[in-house]
């Protein structure tokens, strides 16, 4: 079965940086969409950020755009989420995500198959 392994959260100050990585394994990796998404307590998982098999696509929520990267190394199975700018509200659980049809691009929950465990970002004001 496909498992997500999320890593690299953390408490960091207002304008820090994170660098998120997710491991993937269980399934052909490099053929792959994948994405990230988050949820803050007592709010809805939104979309974050999303990447094509390929890595010559991306997509940002508006929150995010010019402060976040999605990328990926295809030879390691690990999609990435290098976080700058922080701001208080950026934090939540963060969760990647894999498609529920390879080639579909995650940009919303309902279209996404297996989600890793999460991992915590608290930014500090």
């Known amino acids: 079965q496909v498992q997500l392994v999320e890593s690299g959260g953390g408490l960091v100050q207002t304008g820090g940086s994170l660098r998120l990585s997710c491991a993937a394994s269980?399934?052909?990796?490099?053929?792959?969409?994948m994405g990230w998404f988050r949820q803050a307590p007592g709010k809805e998982r939104e979309f974050v950020a999303a990447?094509?098999?390929?890595?010559?696509?991306?997509y940002y929520a508006d929150s995010v755009k010019g402060r976040f990267t999605i990328f990926r190394d295809n030879a390691k199975n690990t999609v990435y989420l290098q976080m700058n700018s922080l701001k208080p509200e950026d934090t939540a659980a963060y969760f990647c995500?894999?498609?529920?049809?390879?080639?579909?691009?995650?940009?919303?929950?309902?279209?996404?198959?297996?989600w890793g465990q999460g991992t915590q970002v608290t930014v500090s004001s």
């Open positions: 995500a894999a498609p529920r049809e390879r080639l579909t691009v995650p940009r919303s929950p309902p279209t996404v198959g297996s």
């Open positions: 269980g399934l052909t990796f490099g053929t792959y969409a």
């Open positions: 990447i094509t098999w390929s890595g010559r696509s991306t």
